[in-house]
């Protein structure tokens, strides 16, 4: 009597495991790739300008060249005098971009909740999205003061409008089928925002978060240019004023540097959350 051959073995799942290590790896070579070449390009970028400064190629009296910058920078962090200016226009930023968020996201969900509020509030918030905001800040200093207030008000005006119609756009973009699946089993509209409308427009809302950080520092350096006596966009000015354009470009770059690392927050805040969704 033959016997009957065994049953071949469950495919181990040794295999997946081997396959996910595998895409990790390569996800990570790729990466490495790209930053290798953002970095190849930057340091040739300042070679160049380096270059051009000291050979006269441009005019170091308007465009300086990297050395004498960073040797402006140096000389500014041993004194101090950087770290008050970067102090204060971090801390407006940051006021900033986290009320314009809240703010422009508490918006959104007032007018998702009110169709008749939305359609009362849709043309004032077309009309002062439009608005050129350079020209809001003397009103704004006049209401609210020549101080840290003024300047935070400026960067709500930009940040606040376009937070509102990014994530209120998201909010009516989700799949109507979900909602009316909620809405059959006897669902409220409270349940239906906090089960489907607000899970399905988390990465929306975190995208205006990586647009609330160049737009809060925006708002913030227009602030300070019409009223501030500390800060970073205070020193554009006053190098502007005394014709020293290698302590406006070492203010550019503070602030190049700074506003790329809080995007880089941004990014990480964005993996954790929609890794944890």
Do not use: C
């Not at 005098?81 to 996201?105: A, D, K």
């Not at 606040?160 to 756009?169: A, F, K, P």
């Amino acid at each position: 009597m033959t016997s009957r051959e065994e049953p071949s073995a469950a495919p181990s799942k040794g295999w997946l495991q081997d396959l996910y290590i595998r895409h990790m790896k390569l996800k990570r070579r790729r990466r490495s790739r790209v930053l290798t070449v953002q970095l190849s390009l930057l340091l040739l970028f300042f070679i160049w300008w380096e270059a051009a400064g000291r050979f006269k190629w441009i005019d170091v009296l308007l465009f300086s060249y990297p050395s004498k910058i960073f040797e402006n920078i140096g000389k500014q962090a041993v004194s101090g005098e950087l770290w008050g200016h970067l102090g204060v226009t971090v801390g407006e930023t940051v006021v900033g971009f986290l009320l314009g968020t809240l703010v422009g996201t508490l918006l959104a969900v007032l007018i998702w909740w009110s169709p008749f509020l939305n359609k009362v509030l849709d043309p004032y918030m077309v009309v002062f999205n439009s608005m050129p905001k350079v020209a809001l800040g003397p009103i704004f200093i006049v209401m609210f003061g020549a101080g840290f207030t003024a300047i935070v008000v400026t960067t709500l005006s930009i940040t606040v409008i376009v937070t509102t119609l990014v994530v209120y756009n998201s909010f009516n973009e989700v799949d109507s089928n979900l909602i009316k699946v909620v809405r059959t089993f006897g669902g409220s509209k409270r349940q239906v925002f906090q089960r489907v409308v607000l899970p399905a427009s988390y990465p929306a809302i975190v995208s205006t978060l990586k647009v609330n950080v160049g737009m809060a520092w925006v708002g913030v350096i227009v602030g300070e240019f019409l009223v501030a006596k500390s800060g970073l966009g205070y020193l554009i000015m006053y190098g502007f004023q005394v014709f020293n354009f290698t302590l406006v470009l070492s203010s550019l770059l503070i602030i190049a540097v700074v506003a790329t690392a809080m995007y880089q927050i941004v990014v990480y805040i964005e993996r954790k959350l929609l890794t944890h969704r």
